[in-house]
Nanobody
Framework: QVQLVESGGGLVRPGESLTLSCAAVGFPFGRRLMRWYRQAPGKEREWVGNILTAGGSTNYANSVKDRFTISRDNAKNTVYLQMNSLKSDDTAVYYC???????????WGQGTQVTVSA
């Protein structure tokens, strides 16, 4: 069974940090570009960033650049989203995703809630 399982969400105060994890099961994780998305209440799902395979080159949305860091541990089949200096606007459900020409073509995790509130 192929799946992505996110964890690490929670309630934090503005300015604090949080790290999300996304564990991949059932497919060759090391060969896949991995993405993070988020969806705030009443808004469209938006791309947060991605990390390539070997070498781990990353790209980020302007809204999170210099605050968020994506990394991966291919030995653990896990991708991470380190979030610093969190703002209320970062409140959303965060999802990891992988797309590719091989199965699984478009796989999403179940999401993990991040709430930033004083």
């Amino acid at each position: 069974q192929v799946q992505l399982v996110e964890s690490g969400g929670g309630l934090v105060r503005p300015g604090e940090s949080l790290t999300l994890s996304c564990a991949a099961v059932g497919f060759p994780f090391g060969r896949r570009l991995m993405r993070w998305y988020r969806q705030a209440p009443g808004k469209e799902r938006e791309w947060v960033g991605n990390i390539l395979t070997a070498g781990g080159s990353t790209n980020y949305a302007n809204s999170v650049k210099d605050r968020f860091t994506i990394s991966r541990d291919n030995a653990k089949n896990t991708v991470y989203l380190q979030m610093n200096s969190l703002k209320s606007d970062d409140t959303a459900v965060y999802y990891c995703n992988t797309k590719g020409t091989q199965y699984p073509n478009d796989l999403w995790g179940q999401g993990t809630q991040v709430t930033v509130s004083a």
